[in-house]
């Protein structure tokens, strides 16, 4: 915000950059994608800073500042590197003056993207990670699906439980304040669409394009609904807000940012159920989480898993400790080395898990929604040690 209320100079603050906030608390951010959604505000740095150069002679620490933007975005997320050039490509070839050294500035940017992104593919063909697919199946998600993911944000991050009327409602007269200020100034100077609305094209394209997953990474297309959120916002900066409108805009947006605090605060309380259970577990255990039941009744169960990765506080709270669920992708820097892999059911197959298939290497079992046949299965072997919310944390009968 304070580099977009730079260059509007003497006209004021820009009103409609306040849009960032609250859409920084989007599905990536329930999703846990926390790596990612700090990805999303050095995009948007990153592209005012390449509008910067296309407008400038071809200098050396332009185009220095420009290979160091490009390297954080890399290192926080590849993915959003990839947005960046392409939508760096648009904003370059859709500009209306193109200066001189235009083509060097375009060939300065797209060659420090291709050699990060050669170096992120022979890291990680060289990898040798335990099995890693090679490949794997592409898959798409539904159309309605895919509006369905897009539309959370607007819905309390619900959908089958219905219409949630305060986020709507709110969200409803932030998109009346926009829309009719966008309006309005176009009857009183004949001005067209904000010149970033341009972007939201090939960014709204991606979204119902790209596949969902690729063998080990997965939830490609849906990660682009928040580049389009935060390219919303970038929209709405170039409108100018004027009068008591720019403060009820602020209200609004206010409000909603509240109403996902408060989830958020509910959705904490939930995470907390596993403190008292991984308290109890000496540290350096080797624990194997089964989790039958992983959602938040504050989220909507088809897309988030809100509780799928609660064992991990045991890791950072408690210390050391082994359980055997390790995100496979090969990009990664960190895997299991080949042959130390250990049994396990799978996250998502937790009725699968076999005493005699899967126990061997564990002493604690942490349990999650547990139906009662797994409660008699694993009683027979096993002393149940505390019960928190739906967590149950069973040991091994010495």
Same mark, same amino acid.
């Given at each position: 915000m304070y580099r977009l209320g730079k &260059?509007?100079?003497? &006209?004021?603050a820009p009103w409609g950059a306040l849009l960032f906030f609250p859409m920084a608390f989007n599905q990536q951010y329930f999703l846990g994608n926390t790596n990612y959604l700090l990805s999303l505000p050095l995009l948007i740095l990153a592209l005012m800073d390449f509008e910067d150069? +296309? !407008?400038?002679? +071809? &200098?050396?620490?332009p185009a220095l500042r420009q290979l160091l933007w490009q390297a954080a975005l890399f290192i926080a997320h590849p993915f959003t590197l990839m947005a960046y050039v392409c939508l760096a490509l648009v904003s370059a070839f859709s500009a209306r003056d193109k200066k001189e050294g235009f083509k060097g500035k375009v060939l /300065?940017? #797209?060659?420090? #993207? =291709?050699?990060?992104?050669? !170096?992120s593919w022979i890291e990680s063909v060289s990898a040798s990670a335990a099995n890693v697919p090679a490949g794997g199946e592409i898959q798409w998600f539904p159309v309605q699906a895919t509006l369905?993911? =897009? #539309? +959370?944000m607007f819905n309390g991050m619900q959908w089958s439980h219905g219409a949630q009327p305060v986020p709507l409602v709110l969200w #409803?007269? /932030?998109l009346a304040i926009v829309l009719g200020t966008v309006m309005a100034r176009r009857k009183e100077e004949g001005a067209l669409l904000p010149r970033r609305i341009i972007l939201l094209v090939p960014a709204i394209a991606a979204y119902f394009v790209l596949p969902s997953c690729a063998g080990t990474f997965t939830f490609i297309n849906l990660r682009v609904a928040a580049i389009v959120y935060f390219l919303l916002a970038l929209a709405a900066a170039d409108v100018e807000f004027r009068g008591g409108w720019r403060y009820a805009l602020a209200v609004l947006l206010a409000l909603t940012l509240a109403d %996902?605090? /408060?989830r958020q605060q509910r959705i904490s309380a939930e995470v907390s159920e596993i403190i008292p259970i991984v308290q109890r577990i000496p540290p350096n %255990? &080797?624990? +194997?989480p089964l989790v039958f039941d992983a959602s938040s009744a504050e989220l909507e169960p088809a897309f988030f898993d809100a509780h799928l990765h609660d064992h991990d506080y045991y890791h950072l709270l408690v210390g050391g400790g082994f359980n055997p669920y390790f995100?496979? !992708?090969p990009v990664l820097p960190v895997h299991y080395r080949k042959g130390t892999e250990r049994p396990a059911p799978g996250e998502y197959n937790p009725e699968g898990f076999s005493w005699k298939e899967h126990s061997a290497d564990y002493q604690y079992f942490l349990a999650r929604g547990a139906p009662e046949s797994f409660k008699s299965y694993i009683a027979r072997r096993c002393d149940p040690v505390c019960a928190s919310g739906s967590w149950m944390l069973y040991e091994r009968r010495r």
């Open positions: &260059r509007f100079g003497g &006209r004021g150069l +296309l !407008a400038g002679p +071809l &200098r050396l620490w /300065v940017m #797209a060659a420090g #993207a =291709f050699l990060l992104l050669a !170096a369905e993911f =897009f #539309a +959370l #409803a007269g /932030v %996902s605090i /408060v %255990s &080797r624990i +194997l995100f496979p !992708a």
